[in-house]
């Protein structure tokens, strides 16, 4: 162990977080709150971004990227025991014209790279009998979207997936939980406005929503922070809706 590691070993409540998507929006601002509460963070992008402690460029749809990015965010920070998924990309097409290389790269960042962190991740966390996953899906998967069949298919594959290992991981002490954020306001959020995919413009969408503004990347950070502290060790397998109540 480095002594870095040894360092956030016993210092009390700390751990290594990987945060995957944390160049930009909301991975930038989870990765920003856990390192607020004293996480030791990395993120792992494709952008270097401004990691916390460490960033990593990696291609999460790429294994052995992948395997290697935490291999070295375990040689500078110690074992993994946090990871939160918010890399992802969307993607606007109708159905019929939708090419399976185009579903299949949308498939790919948004389910394939979360099998791949978290799989990677998993023998830290397994060791340690303590271990937190938090996966950003999307509120599109509580009502569907047009256009988007392959984005909120992914998203809700995700969801089973956060399910699937809650159940399989909890005599591990991991627990695995989704958060699915709606109408946040991200480069993400505002390239859909640009491109007018949104049906009308974020202050359109702010009068629909029951709290009257759009989400900010720190409201889902601080649902992720809840969720991965030592107080959520009994909240696992949920899909906690972060969405201003235009979801419930
Ligand atoms: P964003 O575009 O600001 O950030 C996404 C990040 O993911 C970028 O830094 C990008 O480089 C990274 N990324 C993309 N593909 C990658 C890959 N193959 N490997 C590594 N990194 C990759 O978007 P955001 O709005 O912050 O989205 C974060 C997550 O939240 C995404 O999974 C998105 O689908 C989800 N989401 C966002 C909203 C919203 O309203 N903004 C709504 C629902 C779901």
């Keep these: 162990m480095s002594p870095v590691a040894s360092a956030s070993a016993t210092r009390s409540g700390a751990r290594t977080a990987v945060v995957t998507g944390g160049a930009s929006g909301i991975g930038r601002a989870v990765a920003r709150r856990l390192a607020a509460d004293g996480h030791h963070v990395a993120t792992l992008d494709l952008s270097p971004g401004d990691g916390r402690d460490y960033a990593v460029t990696a291609d999460v749809t790429d294994r052995a990227h992948v395997d290697k990015a935490q291999d070295a965010v375990r040689d500078r920070l110690g074992p993994v025991s946090i990871l939160v998924d ?7 097409k109708r159905f019929a014209d939708l090419s399976f290389e185009a579903w299949l790269r949308v498939v790919d960042v948004n389910l394939h790279g979360v099998f791949h ?3 990677s991740a998993l023998p830290d966390m397994t060791a340690a009998g303590w271990g937190r996953v938090v996966n950003i899906s999307s509120s599109s998967t ?9 984005y909120v298919a992914a998203k809700s594959a995700v969801n089973g997936l956060t399910k699937s290992l809650a159940l399989e991981l909890g005599p591990s002490g991991i627990t695995v939980n989704a958060i699915p954020p709606g109408f946040v306001d991200t480069p993400m959020l505002r390239k859909v406005e640009e491109r007018q995919r949104l049906g009308g413009t974020v202050e359109d969408h702010i009068a629909r929503t029951p709290v009257r503004r759009v989400g900010r990347p720190e409201d889902i950070a601080a649902a ?17 809706g972060v969405n201003g109540g235009r979801n419930t």
């Design 142 to 150: 509580h009502s569907g979207q047009p256009f988007m069949a392959h």
């Design 224 to 240: 992720c922070a809840f969720l991965v502290s030592e107080e959520a060790g009994y909240i696992t397998g949920q899909i906690l």
């Design 86 to 92: 918010a890399a992802g990309v969307d993607g606007f």
């Design 117 to 119: 962190c978290i799989q």
